[in-house]
């Protein structure tokens, strides 16, 4: 599958989760399971008809690992932020990461609020909407609007944090300049369809990230810390003041 072809894909599967959401009528009815929405099933299933159709592995947050076999394997999480979702509060997406053998190759993500896009394709840059992104080059802790999943469990000295409740966009926004940093420290681990898709936008971008073969897995149980700066300067303050590599 070539590399338009592939972003055609991701691209299909993330509209397909917009139309599903268009027709739900109630977006705060429960899941099958703690934490989860009926929103987020209605998501999966419209992935899933896409993603089956063309082939390719899958792993979802919402029903785990699909032809395990396949070459190309698309890391889902269909609506990352859900309860932000079931609350309409406007910032929650459908973030795709298509992995292959050398790692992370093409990722999506889209803020099915607004539908801003973001994408990336492994050595060929990064975009919103189809322009060139990049960080904010902040190098400076103490001056650096941070976002967080969890609160850490010291001081660290930055200017501003944020805790807006959805990873993806949240690393997104730091490939674009609009946040400095993003973090989940060890208390508050997150899952590879939280951050993956993100982090090759972060990459690809320009922005400090961790190095992937400490990142990049399709275990379903798998967690990781995450901290992700505009510069290796800022990325590794944060890692210092919160213990991470």
């Keep these: 599958m070539g590399d338009d072809e592939l972003l055609g894909l991701l691209a299909q599967a993330a509209d397909a989760v917009a139309e599903a959401l268009g027709r739900l009528e109630d977006w705060s009815a429960p899941g099958k399971r703690p934490g989860q929405y009926g929103l987020d099933l209605v998501a999966d299933a419209a992935v899933l008809e ?70 990336a394709l492994r050595g060929a840059g990064a975009f919103r909407d189809g322009q060139p992104i990049q960080p904010s080059g902040s190098d400076g802790l103490t001056g650096a609007i941070v976002a967080v999943s969890g609160w850490p469990a010291q001081p660290v000295g930055w200017g501003q944090f944020r805790a807006l409740g959805a990873a993806a966009l949240e690393l997104c926004a730091v490939a674009d300049g609009r946040l400095d940093a993003f973090v989940a420290d060890a208390r508050h681990p997150l899952a590879p369809w939280d951050y993956l898709g993100g982090l090759l936008v972060c990459a690809e971008a320009g922005a400090a990230v961790p190095p992937w073969e400490t990142t990049v897995t399709l275990e379903p149980g798998a967690r990781r810390p995450v901290c992700c700066a505009a510069s290796g300067l800022l990325r590794g303050a944060l890692g210092r003041a919160l213990g991470l590599p």
Excluded: F, I, K, M
Excluded at 52 to 72: F, M
Excluded at 81 to 102: F, I, K
């Design 50 to 119: 896409v993603l089956d159709a063309a082939g390719v592995g899958v792993l979802s947050e919402e029903s785990g690992r699909h032809r395990p076999e396949a070459e190309l394997t698309v890391v889902v999480d269909p609506v990352d932020g859900s309860t932000n979702a079931s609350r309409r509060l406007p910032w929650y997406a459908t973030s795709l990461c298509a992995v292959d053998g050398e790692g992370p190759r093409a990722a999506l993500v889209v803020n099915q609020a607004t539908g801003e896009r973001y994408q």
